[in-house]
Nanobody
Framework: QVQLVESGGGSVQAGGSLRLSCAASGFSGRLNCMAWFRQAPGKAREGIAHIGLITDLTYLVDSVKARFTLSQDNAKNTVYLQMNGLKPEDTATYYC??????????????????WGQGTPVTVST
């Protein structure tokens, strides 16, 4: 069972930056993918970013792709979500997901086998 631990959340003013980390453990070999989802208060969880850990290809949704970037550190089994130009509407709990099933559905929760506990991000005006 893959364990995922997120960190780096916090409170920031609009226009500021945060870097979220997701560290994976409890597996052998290499994971095939990781992703970030977020859930704002009163809203459904949404997928926002995906990275293929072997291809290093990234996919980000339109609402964040000009402001957020994904990167990985293979040696640390860690993926980073760099968030710049944060807006109040980015306020949410951010979840890391990993270990993709077959097919291609990067924004679908059931595509991922493992989930972290989430880290909160609050962006104030």
């Amino acid at each position: 069972q893959v364990q995922l631990v997120e960190s780096g959340g916090g409170s920031v003013q609009a226009g500021g930056s945060l870097r979220l980390s997701c560290a994976a453990s409890g597996f052998s070999g290499r994971l095939n993918c990781m992703a970030w989802f977020r859930q704002a208060p009163g809203k459904a969880r949404e997928g926002i970013a995906h990275i293929g850990l072997i291809t290093d290809l990234t996919y980000l949704v339109d609402s964040v792709k000009a402001r957020f970037t994904l990167s990985q550190d293979n040696a640390k089994n860690t993926v980073y979500l760099q968030m710049n130009g944060l807006k109040p509407e980015d306020t949410a709990t951010y979840y890391c997901a990993a270990d993709c099933r077959s097919g291609w559905a990067p924004l679908t929760e059931s595509y991922y086998k493992s989930w972290g506990q989430g880290t909160p991000v609050t962006v104030s005006t």
